[in-house]
T-cell receptor
Framework: GAGVSQSPRYKVAKRGQDVALRCDPI?????LFWYQQALGQGPEFLTY????????KSGLPSDRFFAERPEGSVSTLKIQRTQQEDSAVYLC?????????????FGPGTRLTVL | AQSVTQPDIHITVSEGASLELRCNYS??????LFWYVQSPGQGLQLLLK??????LVQGIKGFEAEFKRSQSSFNLRKPSVHWSDAAEYFC????????????FGTGTRLQVTL
């Protein structure tokens, strides 16, 4: 079966441009997470969906960051007016969900470079 | 807020030697504990996890980790390292009782010399 896929794998943006990063979770996975991994750092939580509901967006660094999952499957992370500090790898993870912990499966990430 | 500390940024071991990667966490209760491995250009792969029970947990690829409550530690070990184990290793914690976000340490880069 296919794992979590993300596209594009690499994105170069000029400062001030808007970008959209896509995540295709494992089919049937209810929970979806976005993480940001800066160079030399561990991943940091951005936001969490259960189906189409965004239950936690406490990690989004500013109102320039917006995520959606309108049909409870594919998710898009949008960054408006990109800044150099947005340069990072953006990781998506999905899990079966539910009350008890289920393993999060990670995609390969999208490396965003803002010039 | 919970936090994770991985004190070793970079470790080099010879192939066949034993390995121990350190992880300390700060949390009011016992969280869920994880070790992930990340190879260049790859996503994070779960090596092992601890929820409760036996404090020595076995994972994939011959790795094991021991939870020590008194030291708030969850160190990763492997008796004999292979060159293919060279990668970045991350310790992470999650809140108990929820399918929740993970808090990661800053990682330890493992280099294996032949």
């Amino acid at each position: 079966g296919a794992g979590v896929s993300q596209s594009p794998r690499y994105k170069v943006a000029k400062r001030g441009q808007d970008v959209a990063l896509r995540c295709d979770p494992i089919s049937g996975h209810v929970s979806l997470f976005w993480y940001q991994q800066a160079l030399g750092q561990g991943p940091e939580f951005l936001t969490y969906f259960q189906n189409e509901a965004q239950l936690d967006k406490s990690g989004l660094p500013s109102d320039r960051f917006f995520a959606e999952r309108p049909e409870g499957s594919v998710s898009t992370l949008k960054i408006q007016r990109t800044q150099q500090e947005d340069s990072a790898v953006y990781l998506c993870a999905s899990s079966l969900g539910g009350f008890h912990y289920n393993e999060q499966f990670f995609g390969p990430g999208t490396r965003l470079t803002v010039l | 807020a919970q936090s994770v500390t991985q004190p070793d940024i970079h470790i080099t071991v010879s192939e066949g030697a034993s390995l121990e990667l350190r992880c300390n966490y700060s949390y009011g209760a016992t969280p869920y504990l994880f070790w992930y491995v990340q190879s260049p250009g790859q996503g994070l792969q779960l090596l092992l996890k601890y929820f409760s029970g036996d404090t020595l947990v076995q994972g994939i690829k011959g790795f094991e980790a021991e939870f020590k409550r008194s030291q708030s530690s969850f160190n990763l070990r492997k008796p004999s390292v292979h060159w293919s184990d060279a990668a970045e290793y991350f310790c992470a914690v999650g809140l108990t009782g929820t399918a929740s976000k993970l808090t990661f340490g800053t990682g330890t880069r493992l280099q294996v010399t032949l």
